[in-house]
């Protein structure tokens, strides 16, 4: 059975850091890229960072770049978001998502950045 599991969310002020990770479960997971994607209320879920299989190449959207970094580590089956300088917009529930032969997602985590 396929498990992503976030976790590492929370209330932070704005300037702070937080560090999401997801692990997964039940599926090769060197093989899948994986992504960072988050949905603030009202409106509609974004691609936040992805990765490639093997880590050798990452994409950041706009709004979150040279704040966010992701990575993994296949040895420990976790692809993790670092998250700096945050801002309240970046409120939203944090999801990752495996993508490859078959598309999982986990259930999401929230960050709120509020003073």
């Known amino acids: 059975q396929v498990h992503l599991v976030e976790s590492g969310g929370g209330l932070v002020q704005p300037g702070g850091s937080l560090r999401l990770s997801c692990a997964a479960s039940?599926?090769?997971?060197?093989?899948?890229?994986m992504r960072w994607y988050r949905q603030a209320p009202g409106k509609e879920r974004e691609l936040v960072a992805a990765i490639t299989s093997a880590g050798g190449s990452t994409n950041y959207a706009d709004s979150v770049k040279g704040r966010f970094t992701i990575s993994r580590d296949n040895a420990k089956n976790t692809v993790y978001l670092q998250m700096m300088s945050l801002k309240p917009e970046d409120t939203a529930v944090y999801y990752c998502?495996?993508?490859?032969?078959?598309?999982?997602w986990g259930q999401g985590t929230q960050v709120t950045v509020s003073s």
């Open positions: 039940g599926f090769t997971f060197s093989y899948y890229a």
């Open positions: 998502n495996a993508r490859g032969l078959e598309d999982y």
